[in-house]
């Protein structure tokens, strides 16, 4: 039995199943956008991309995660 999904992560099934993209094409889309700021990307999500904050949060905070590398 899998372990189930914590984290931002467990939003992602209802992000790729409300807005019709994958979740890799999020990310890329994040990934080439000139902000940096967390809160800047949310905002920038929600108004460019109608994305609700909670899944515009959950996108960005797992995207500067993994972006990071490991701790």
Known sequence: ??????GPA???????KKYGRPVTEWK?????SPLT???ELV???KSEH???????NAL?????KEDAGPV
């Open 1 to 6: 039995m899998s372990e189930p999904v914590k």
């Open 10 to 16: 467990s939003y992602f099934p209802s992000i790729e």
């Open 28 to 32: 890329d889309l994040i990934r080439s």
């Open 37 to 39: 700021k967390h809160m």
């Open 43 to 45: 905002s920038w999500l």
């Open 50 to 56: 109608a994305v609700g904050h909670g899944h515009a």
């Open 60 to 64: 960005v905070a797992h995207t500067l």
